[in-house]
């Protein structure tokens, strides 16, 4: 959606022109998953998909939210009482941000927002992320409030966690409000430190979407999140980024075999997190293509995170591609999509390798989205 066409959707909803428009992208996380609330390391890039949030400033108490995707339903609520809506799910997005913005923040007022957005849903891609991350960005310009990336990344999380119920890290918000354009972003999800990384001119970011799809709140993530926790409590470790192999090993006659295979997971995947960072940095992709195979081989088995249809396109297209690129599933898992650092002269051959073989083994129809790294919210 161009701003232009999004302006004239506006005034014609709220009948004057917006104040601002404001987007934030969602993400596609090439390596380190699960690690982020494990306060590990992670690898994401902010992609060319995102949401659009338009805004005014109203003089009374009211939030006003139409949302384009869905039938132009209109969603309001006073921020003197804000509470969860059962009958339209989308506006707890909102009605959580904004609960954590006025707890943070003085000086937020009555807003009509606009929003539309074209993440894919469900597929693990961060649509929620960039739209908690939007709708931040569009009131804190909207009321010059002093919120940065990483302050609305904090509050994007915890709105998804005290007010939508999905116990989510930080990666997701983080890269979406602070992606920079062309890079990928090594976060350290403990010290919050980020080191923007240069994506290869070589090779192309290629999101294949499975179009099996899973909501994380339904879906087994939290269970994850407390399997994680404790791994750590009998690790007797603050969290997972201090465990070790050897330590697990030590500990492994004491533990569930579950727990066990957990921690594995993130014990391994924080080390191929930093080792495929550093190798993409000096342009070493085979070390790339090594770790993001064990990653997914590690989700497949030891977190127990993908299913059959994604592990085959992983499957299809390393056959395909080998070790001059990379690939695995991207994001929370139990569906959603498969991400591939595809050498630029093979993307083709991918898409038409996905084309011949996804459906026929599956009964699933792929979308393939070859993307770029773009920078993070902006309003
Ligand atoms: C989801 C969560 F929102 C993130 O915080 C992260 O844990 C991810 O799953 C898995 O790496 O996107």
């Given amino acids: 959606m161009d701003k232009q066409t999004l ?4 005034s014609q909803h709220y009948a004057h022109t917006p104040a601002l428009i404001a987007h934030a992208p969602g993400r596609v996380n090439l390596i380190g998953e699960h690690t982020d609330y494990n306060d590990g390391f992670v690898f994401p890039a902010a992609i060319n998909f995102g949401t659009w949030v338009a805004a005014s400033k109203r003089d009374d108490n009211a939030m006003v939210i139409t949302a384009m995707d869905y039938g132009n339903q209109v969603n309001s609520f006073s921020l003197d009482a804000i509470e969860y809506d059962e009958s339209q799910g989308w506006a707890n997005y909102v009605r959580g941000v904004v609960k954590v913005l006025q707890d943070a923040l003085p000086g937020l007022g009555g807003a009509n927002l606009l929003v539309t957005g074209n993440v894919p849903q469900g597929a693990g891609l961060s649509s929620s992320a960039s739209f908690e991350i939007a709708v931040l960005k569009a009131l804190s310009a909207l009321y010059g409030l002093p919120l940065d990336g990483v ?3 904090l509050l994007g999380q915890k709105a998804e966690n005290t007010f939508v119920g999905c116990s989510c890290g930080i990666m997701d918000q983080l ?6 354009e062309g890079n990928a972003m090594l976060l350290d999800c403990e010290s919050l430190a980020i080191e923007h990384s240069p994506l290869p001119a070589t090779h192309q970011i290629v999101i294949i979407n499975s179009n099996v799809k899973r909501g994380l709140v339904d879906s087994e993530y939290n269970l994850r999140r407390e399997q994680c926790e404790q791994g750590a409590a009998i690790l007797n470790v603050a969290s997972l980024r201090q465990a070790t192999q050897a330590m697990l090993e030590e500990a492994k006659p004491s533990m569930p075999e579950v727990v066990y295979k ?8 924080n080390a191929r997190t930093l080792a495929a960072s550093a190798a993409l940095k000096t342009g070493d992709i085979e070390t790339v293509s090594k770790a993001m195979a064990q990653s997914h081989i590690s989700m497949r088995d030891d977190f127990e995170i993908t299913v059959p249809p994604i592990d085959f396109l992983v499957e299809i297209i390393n056959d395909l591609i080998g070790a001059s690129g990379g690939v695995r599933m991207t994001g929370g898992g139990f569906g959603g999509c498969v991400v591939a650092l595809v050498p630029t002269d093979s993307v083709a051959a991918v898409k038409q390798c996905v084309a011949d073989k996804y459906y026929p083994a ?3 129809q792929a979308d393939v989205y070859v993307c770029t790294a773009t920078q993070g919210a902006f309003a």
């Fill in 151 to 153: 302050q609305a990344a």
């Fill in 262 to 269: 957990r921690v594995k997971h993130i014990v391994t995947e």
């Fill in 175 to 180: 890269i979406s409000a602070m992606g920079k």
């Fill in 7 to 10: 302006a004239t959707e506006f």
């Fill in 362 to 364: 599956t009964g699933y």
